[in-house]
């Protein structure tokens, strides 16, 4: 059974990069899977961040495209987000998930980000 | 606002069947298959239904789905206090090239 665990600063600065690690366990990151983010601001609904495949193939939130940018590490057992620029408005719980079936399947427990000065 | 829409709040009492719709449009659910979440507050979504109306490995077969044109349902057969949470449709949308979900709808089992 995959397990991913997301790990990061659970504070970051106004105009400052939002960085976030999905560990993960029991999988391989080349398994032809897609892995992504998505987030969930306080009282609020999912949003999808983006995603990327083993083979560099990226995709995300028209709305984020900007600021947002997921790679996978050189160890290939991690993946990686960045949100740049960040404001209040990313104050958010960030998971990563897996998308076994084609769709976010297996997801992280989750991380607490909180942008204030 | 939400590309996907979903009532707010739903509510129904054990034993009973209870329906969540999520309307969207041709770019979305009229071009691809809808998925269903459950959130218990406090924990990370589960995936409940995908591909319209397939259920992950452990998803009891009270939970199912379905799908006409570019709306979807979501049924919840013997309803029972643990099924209390909130639930997400989802769906790949063509026009925005990426995932989107419903605003989510709170079930309240009375």
């Known amino acids: 059974q995959v397990q991913l665990q997301e790990s990061g600063p659970g504070l970051v600065k106004p105009s400052e990069t939002l960085s976030l690690t999905c560990g993960i366990s029991?999988?391989?990151?080349?398994?032809?899977?897609?892995w992504g983010w998505i987030r969930q601001a306080p009282g609020k609904g999912l949003e999808w961040i983006g995603s990327?495949?083993?083979?560099?193939?990226?995709n995300y939130n028209p709305s984020l495209k900007s600021r947002v940018a997921i790679s996978i590490d050189t160890s290939q057992i991690q993946f990686s987000l960045k949100v740049r620029s960040v404001t209040a408005a990313d104050t958010a719980v960030y998971y990563c998930?897996?998308?076994?079936?084609?769709?976010?399947?297996?997801w992280g427990r989750g991380a607490q980000v909180t942008v204030a000065s | 606002q939400s590309v996907l829409t979903q009532p707010p709040s739903v509510s129904g009492t054990p034993g009973q069947r209870v329906t969540i719709s999520c309307s969207g449009s041709?770019?979305?659910?009229?071009?691809?298959?809808m998925n269903w979440y459950q959130q218990v507050p406090g924990t990370a979504p589960k995936l409940l239904i995908y591909?319209?109306?397939e259920r992950p490995s452990g998803v009891p077969d009270r939970f199912s789905g379905s799908k006409s044109g570019t709306s979807a349902s979501l049924a919840i057969s013997g309803l029972q206090s643990e099924d209390e949470a909130d639930y997400y449709c989802?769906?790949?949308?063509?026009?925005?090239?990426?995932?989107?979900f419903g605003g989510g709808t709170k079930l309240t089992v009375l």
């Open positions: 998930a897996r998308e076994g079936l084609g769709v976010p399947s297996e």
């Open positions: 029991n999988d391989s990151i080349r398994n032809g899977h897609y």
């Open positions: 990327i495949h083993h083979d560099g193939i990226t």
């Open positions: 041709n770019s979305n659910i009229g071009g691809n298959t």
């Open positions: 591909s319209n109306n």
């Open positions: 989802a769906s790949w949308d063509d026009s925005l090239n990426g995932y989107v």
